[in-house]
Nanobody, 126 residues
């Protein structure tokens, strides 16, 4: 069974850091472009960052450049979203998702992602 599970969310003060993890079961993440998305209350789901199969990353939100990074751990079959200098406007449910296999490049459109995790809540507040 193909499954993605996010973890690592929580409550953090402004300026703090979190590392979100995306674990896969039933398939190998190496063959997929992986995106991190977020959805704040009352807002549409938006792409944040994506990592292609070759390891290149694409940012979709200017405000996270210089603060967020995406990476893979092939041995652990995991993808991470490192979030530093967090701001209240980063508060959202964060999701990881895969494009279909053989689609090696990233996309910012949620409809182009096939498998989704259940999401993990990130709350940035003092």
């Amino acid at each position: 069974q193909v499954q993605l599970v996010e973890s690592g969310g929580g409550l953090v003060q402004p300026g703090g850091s979190l590392r979100l993890s995306c674990a896969a079961s039933g398939f190998t993440l190496d063959y997929y472009a992986i995106g991190w998305f977020r959805q704040a209350p009352g807002k549409e789901r938006e792409a944040v960052l994506c990592i292609s199969t070759s390891g290149g990353s694409t940012y979709y939100v200017d405000s996270v450049k210089g603060r967020f990074t995406i990476s893979r751990d092939k041995e652990k079959n995991m993808v991470y979203l490192q979030m530093n200098s967090l701001k209240p406007e980063d508060t959202a449910v964060y999701y990881c998702a895969t494009r279909p296999r053989f689609y090696s490049r990233c996309s910012g459109a949620p409809r182009e992602y096939l498998n989704w995790g259940q999401g993990t809540q990130v709350t940035v507040s003092s």
